[in-house]
């Protein structure tokens, strides 16, 4: 277990979303939608999260319906970032 996947698993329960593969997956740094984003590793939160709904096409915004995953799509790619930065990964995708 990495550093990375204790907080998401207490999140996870307290969601009463399940954990295991997806949960990995999530934290997966050879994420392709991460490696999308092309992101630097010093680059903060804010700009993992402006990057991520940049990412999406307007259209998919704009559904109410998907709301739950988009929320999901931000977590995971916060996740991911979190996680390279905690690697020292220098690779930018």
Known sequence: ???TE???RAA?????RRSG????????M???AYLRLGLPLTA???AVLRAAVRALHP???AVRGFRAARKRFYRQMLCAHAARQAAGDQCAG
Do not use: Q
């Open 6 to 8: 204790v907080p998401l």
């Open 30 to 32: 050879t994420d392709p």
């Open 1 to 3: 277990m990495t550093m």
């Open 44 to 46: 903060s939160p804010l």
């Open 21 to 28: 593969p997806d949960l990995r997956r999530a934290v997966d």
């Open 12 to 16: 996870d329960g307290a969601l009463g």
């Open 59 to 61: 259209d998919t915004r």
